[in-house]
């Protein structure tokens, strides 16, 4: 694939993701469907794996934003360590690739965890397990996890 044809396909993957994540949320799951309808890679497994990342971890947003925890598990199951490779050393490829997505989210959106981006997003943090948090959180944030989510996923792409 060259590289105007890769350009092509991260930006169909950015609208791809970013529409599921306003479909559907989750924003880790919509960034895992996406890189496994644009290139596989990703397993259904991992998908599922992936929920309770959201919302920085069990909708506490304490830990990194789902979105950029969905991309790190995408190039891990392209780069990371095979589970019979444990003994053979840290797989360092990996975590260079890795750094350089964390990296470029922290420069593009401010912070990597949820509370980060929710204070840039809407100038407040919120409680996501009080319905009525969460329905602010929703209509205060817009359009902006999704355009996280669909960046991480071209990124991602791109990085592929």
């Not at 890679?41 to 947003?61: E, F, P, R, W, Y």
């Amino acid at each position: 694939m060259n590289k105007e044809e890769k350009q092509a396909l991260a930006e169909q993957a950015y609208a791809k993701a970013l529409q599921y994540e306003l479909d559907y949320g989750c924003c880790p799951q919509c960034v895992l469907a996406t890189v496994q309808e644009t290139v596989g890679i990703v397993d259904d497994a991992t998908i599922k794996a992936s929920h309770g990342l959201s919302g920085g971890g069990g909708l506490m947003a304490q830990g990194a934003c789902g979105a950029l925890t969905g991309g790190l598990m995408a190039l891990s199951a392209k780069y990371g360590r095979d589970r019979d490779k444990l003994d053979r050393g840290r797989c360092i490829n990996n975590f260079k690739k890795t750094k350089e997505l964390v990296e470029r989210f922290r420069q593009e959106f401010g912070g990597i965890t949820c509370a980060e981006l929710q204070q840039q997003f809407t100038g407040r943090t919120y409680d996501m397990w009080q319905a009525e948090e969460y329905q602010a959180f929703d209509k205060a944030r817009g359009k902006q996890c999704a355009h996280a989510t669909g960046t991480v996923t071209k990124w991602v792409i791109e990085m592929l």
